[in-house]
């Protein structure tokens, strides 16, 4: 996921009833080829209004692909309106989020092509480079799972923590080896991490808090990228049902998302911190099967 927008509950829930209302009761002709004009291609996403989506829609339309770009404004919609029936793809999430759906939902929602990883990243108030974190330094890390799982990731990857051999992908502080470790991590709510700077030696903040801490990315210490091991859950993908995985139109799209045009607008969305990601098909299907039976 590229970034987290919540709504209230019932603006999200007045959302789903209008946006499956308009996928199911759209007009659209189910016998006419998929990517006409009388069948578009349904595109769940969340935020409609970043400024790839138009660019790739008018792309698409020149190579003769009719899409039907669908907003959601809780990331807890497009997956089961995809496995409903109610869109043909979507694009949204990272592969960790859409392992949890499926061992959740018993469902085997597929990715088709990578999109990018939005990297996670370690700042610091007080020292200017890794190296200068002392031994026995402390770093806040986000609390919510997800995150911090990933914050670990980068701590070892930044040579400041070792984990547990057994830690799996979704690893929790219980799983630091302390011995062989150079710092101690603090779990805080995620949107702490900013303020914990001025008490910390460091902290791994997430993107959506940058902005408004005034934190500039190039002076992060440290971030993970698309080519990381410990980043390949958290790739974000284009997802189909199954069935679809082989689809030729679907997997065109995916390489009109890949455009220049499109590229330059999604790294506009993210503040120029997307870090690209090109994985195929077959070994994004790969991490998802290991991600997974991680969580079975």
Known sequence: MTYLRRGGAIAASAALALTLAACGGSGA?????????ENPVRIGVVGATDPQWPIFEDLAEEEGIAVDIVDFTEYTQPNPALADGDLDLNQFQHILYLAQYNEADGQDLTPIGATAVYPLALYSLKHDAVEDIPDGGEVAIPNDVTNQARALFVLEEAGLITLADDAGVVPDPTDVVEAESKVKVTPVDANQTVVSLDSVDASIVNNDFIDDAGL???DALFADSAESEGARPYIN???????????????????????????????????????????????????LAEVQASLS
Do not use: M, Y
Not at 29 to 37: C, F, L, R, V, Y
């Open 29 to 37: 002709d189910e016998s006419a080829e998929k990517g006409s004009e």
């Open 216 to 218: 500039n990315p190039e």
């Open 237 to 287: 993908v284009w997802v189909a049902r199954a069935e679809d995985a082989d689809n030729e139109t679907f997997q065109q799209l995916v390489e009109i998302h890949k455009s220049p045009e499109v590229t330059e607008a999604l790294q506009e969305s993210a503040g120029g911190t997307a870090s690209l990601a090109d994985q195929g098909p077959a070994e994004l299907q790969d991490i």
